[in-house]
């Protein structure tokens, strides 16, 4: 799965790589360790990221979006299980797959599915004790562009909010390498229409381990197994140490 990354671009990167038209905010967007939204006790720690969604009325834009998916029907309640992900299955049409999936199905659906623009992820070895943790950066891209699906939910007497999720496939052959069994769908320019505006078929031929060659990783510090750490460490190879 992917359930943590990082950021750190500014905006004007992601307009002009995303093909986003308007003016960009000023300033950089910097956070090295992003985990989805939790709860603590009886408050939401909620994270918000940006993500990218393109219509027949305004085209293409960027907006702010809750990590995880809440579903319309909790009623702004974050899930009590997990919907940072929502898993492919190899072999099995998406569609299918989705369709027992009562978090996502509606957002399927209804083709609400969007771009999430992320510097890197982490991912932990499956293998190692304690698990190693890697950092999973582009080899030549300025940034990773994922495909998500996206729902909207309004709380009782409060706002409604957009919500998202990241698509997961199989690895590829870097991903096994490091001890991980799932991928994000990572998505090429040329992909992102399909994905943001396509038919359900064109999308789901989308949903593919990311291309061998595309990713390259690196040992990290242990302190990245806690969300709240940003330190500079977490961006130094832990081999190097």
Not at 53 to 72: N, T, Y
Not at 220 to 228: F, I, L, Q, S
Request: proline content about 10%; hydrophobic content about 35%; aromatic content about 10%.
């Amino acid at each position: 799965m992917c359930g943590r990354g990082g950021h750190e671009f500014s905006w004007e990167q992601v307009y002009q790589y995303l093909n986003i038209p308007g003016q960009p905010p000023a300033g950089q967007f910097r956070r090295l360790n992003v985990a989805p939204s939790t709860r603590r006790g009886q408050e939401v720690q909620w994270t918000e990221l940006p993500a990218v969604i393109e219509d027949a009325e305004d085209g293409r834009r960027m907006v702010r979006m809750v990590w995880p998916l809440v579903p319309g029907w909790l009623k702004g309640q974050l899930p009590k299980f997990s919907t940072a992900n929502c898993r492919s299955e190899a072999g099995v049409p998406f569609s299918t797959t989705v369709a027992g999936k009562p978090a996502f199905r509606t957002a399927w659906k209804r083709h609400q599915r969007c771009l999430v623009p992320f510097s890197w992820f982490y991912e932990w070895d499956q293998r190692s004790r304690p698990r190693q943790p890697w950092r999973v950066m582009p080899v030549s891209a300025p940034m990773l562009v994922f495909a998500g699906l996206w729902d909207e939910s309004s709380p009782p007497g409060g706002s409604s909010f957009r919500s998202f999720t990241l698509v997961t496939t199989e690895p590829n052959d870097l991903l096994r390498d490091i001890g991980h069994h799932r991928a994000p769908v990572l998505l090429a320019p040329e992909q992102w229409s399909a994905w943001l505006t396509g038919t359900a078929e064109q999308a789901e031929q989308l949903l593919a381990p990311p291309p061998e060659g595309s990713l390259r990783a690196h040992r990290v510090t242990t302190r990245v197994n806690n969300p709240g750490y940003q330190g500079e460490e977490l961006l130094a190879d832990a081999d190097s140490e």
